[in-house]
């Protein structure tokens, strides 16, 4: 731990000053302000939730039991949404905390058998629609009733199903249900999130490691190494100067898109765990480049990596590996913080976003004092 | 505590620096460097002592940055050792780094500060106070510029503010490399002036140059270093003595040239018969040449 605060104070001057020297960080700090006012002042509830692409890609048809009446929908899917409907066992689909988990610009028909000795429908019939947009499923729906109207008609019980009273009310063989899917993007959201978590990137994982580079670079970093500044007080001075940066420009941001957030304990902590991670990162990748075009090549280098890592994992169901990446849990984190949605997994996105911050924490400080100076 | 007061008291503090005044302040005993299979520095042994102004020469690669950056402490060495003031740079580094500034071969200051910004960022590292850096700024006459941002300095101007920087906590020892290489005369002259103002104050100072002329103008003493090795160890003016040639130029009044050797008999007669002739029209004793000198020991031209 640094012992002379004048040192730590000076570097940290030297720090804020030359920010306020770089006319681009300022003009694009400036920009992430107007964009957060612009999200927060004009058209505040019109957004409807749902993907960032509108209406539904896909459907998924998740069954309990593989019977006829499952074969007979799998094989008369027509040409128009061929490919847009996926059967699948419920027992494979992904679930977190028991809980099925459907990706965003998707919907679901969930066919799940009741018990035969309750009474009542032999099946419920829950439709999953994105967000608040109720109709997003309906060129599913008719094909999924059409269908279903025919097989019973095949299999000679048509009294039990009437197409004509779909509206709601089930009838004695089907129970019918219908549910948004909590958690879907709503753009606005998305974007406050998104700036946000941009916010910390910028400062954490872009600017420091590009101005540290360029220290390095111009032989600046080695003449405060000679002074009395210990490696230890430089790298004290640039985790609480980052750490400030990215923290109040991402709480400003927080705070003018959803001013709400600021007083849920969740947020701070989920925002310190985002900060000190991309800290983490943009040290490590400060202490391994040598020169500034290289830091900010790593920085983008990461990012786009780390996207397309995610994008990988999510597509083949590795969900394993995905949770080894920051990036996984800090915008789902934040996002629950910021829409004051948590739930129970939110706590553990967070605990886990915490291991891999104090992890990249320690890689960064093992290697700046191994050759981050030099 | 400001930084100057505890470099002053680790010098009153520590016994070994009873013995300072009449030991080397700087001892480089058998000192070798490697980068992988190159030896950049081999088995060098030198002695620097207090208030001396010591010259380092040699061609590209003869091992004298690599030297200054093992006593600057960016490199460790691969064998021997090397003490400051008694501290041996490896092990008592927090000791050593109070004690020198050092001026880098190439400028390295923060391009959007002002010259003034940039001494008070380390003035504020070092706890020196403001008027120290008015001193140095004045020393290297750039208090006239010291609010214009570095990005407009000359090549000159930017040497002399490294130097301005290295001087902020008055060091006892000062290394410089290169510092006036490609300087305009007057840039050169303020630094060379400074330099030895400051050796005069007690300050030891060690530079590396490629100019032969500011060796013999300026340094007490001067080793040339070939090939990590030490090739000679002297004052320039013993230098001078041991290796001018005793040599004179002559153009005689038929057109041709030719050279007498003055230590030997028959060519000094010769030379005499020729002036008590008339017939000499020009004639040009051979001054000490630096360069001749280092291409005789080192078998190197100079670079």
């Known amino acids: 731990m640094p012992r002379n605060w004048h040192i730590v104070r000076t570097l940290l001057h030297k720090e804020l000053l030359r920010h306020l020297a770089n006319r681009g960080g300022l003009a694009l700090a400036a920009l992430l302000l107007v964009a957060a006012m612009v999200l927060s002042f004009f058209g505040r509830d019109d957004a409807p939730a749902g993907s960032l692409v509108g209406g539904v890609q896909y459907c998924f048809i998740d069954y309990w039991e593989d019977d006829p009446w499952i074969e007979h929908l799998r094989h008369n899917v027509p040409r128009e949404l061929e490919g847009r409907v996926r059967f699948r066992p419920a027992a494979t689909a992904t679930t977190v905390n028991g809980i099925l988990v459907y990706p965003p610009g998707t919907g679901a028909i969930q066919i799940r058998p009741r018990a035969s000795d309750a009474g009542g429908p032999r099946y419920k019939v829950w439709f999953w629609h994105p967000g608040k947009d109720g109709a997003a499923l309906a060129p599913f729906e008719a094909w999924f009733w059409r269908e279903s109207y025919r097989y019973l008609q095949r299999t000679a019980v048509p009294e039990r199903i009437d197409p004509e009273m779909r509206g709601g009310s089930a009838d004695e063989d089907l129970e019918e249900e219908r549910s948004p899917l909590d958690g879907g993007l709503e753009p606005r959201s998305a974007m406050a999130t998104a700036l946000v978590l941009f916010a910390l990137f910028f400062g954490c994982v872009y600017l420091l490691p590009s101005l540290t580079g360029e220290e390095r670079e111009r032989g600046i970093l080695l003449a405060q190494a000679l002074s009395p500044a210990s490696p230890g007080e430089i790298l004290a001075a640039k985790f609480l100067f980052y750490l400030l940066l990215g923290l109040g420009l991402a709480a400003l941001l927080a705070g003018i898109c959803r001013p709400a957030a600021l007083v849920r304990p969740f947020f701070w902590l989920a925002l310190a765990v985002a900060a000190l991670g991309a800290l983490g990162i943009g040290l490590t990748i400060a202490s391994l480049a040598r020169t500034q075009r290289s830091a900010s090549m790593g920085a983008l280098c990461y990012t786009l990596g780390v996207s397309l890592l995610l994008l990988v994992c999510q597509q083949n169901n590795l969900w394993p590996v995905s949770y080894l990446a920051l990036e996984y849990h800090c915008p789902r984190m934040l996002h629950a913080a910021m829409e004051g949605t948590i739930r129970a997994y939110h706590w553990g996105n967070l605990a886990t976003a915490a291991v891999l911050a104090l992890a990249w924490i320690t890689a960064a400080v093992l290697l700046f004092r191994r050759r981050g100076w030099q | ?303």
């Open chain 2, 1 to 303: 505590m400001c930084y100057v007061c505890r470099v002053a008291q680790i010098r009153s503090a520590d016994p070994r620096g009873k013995a300072m005044q009449s030991e080397p302040i700087i001892r480089i005993e058998n000192l070798t460097v490697r980068y992988g299979a190159f030896v950049a520095v081999d088995r060098l042994n030198l002695e620097l002592r207090s208030g001396e102004l010591f010259g380092l020469l040699g061609p590209n690669g003869a091992g004298k940055s690599t030297t200054i950056r093992v006593l600057i402490g960016q490199r460790r060495p691969n064998g021997g050792r090397v003490t400051v003031a008694g501290y041996d740079v490896v092990r008592e580094w927090a000791a050593v780094k109070p004690l020198f500034g050092y001026v880098p071969d190439r400028e390295n200051h923060f391009e959007e500060f002002t010259g003034r910004r940039n001494l008070r960022f380390f003035a504020g590292l070092y706890a020196a106070p403001d008027r120290r850096i008015d001193e140095c700024l004045k020393l290297v006459e750039l208090d006239e510029a010291a609010d214009l941002p570095v990005r407009a300095y000359s090549l000159g101007m930017r040497r002399k503010l490294l130097l301005a920087r290295a001087l902020l906590h008055r060091p006892r020892l000062l290394y410089l490399d290169e510092p006036t290489a490609n300087l305009d005369v007057h840039s050169a002259a303020v630094i060379r002036r400074t330099l030895r103002s400051l050796a005069a104050s007690g300050v030891t100072v060690l530079l590396t140059t490629h100019n032969m002329d500011e060796v013999e103008e300026i340094c007490d003493r001067v080793a040339i270093l070939c090939r990590g090795r030490l090739a000679a160890l002297d004052t320039p003016q013993a230098l001078r003595q041991r290796h001018a040639e005793r040599k004179v130029d002559v153009v005689l009044s038929s057109g041709s040239r030719r050279t007498f050797d003055l230590d030997r008999a028959d060519e000094r007669a010769l030379l005499g018969r020729h002036v008590a002739a008339g017939e000499v029209t020009s004639l040009h004793s051979r001054e000490f040449d630096f360069h001749e000198t280092f291409l005789k020991l080192t078998g190197t031209e100079f670079a």
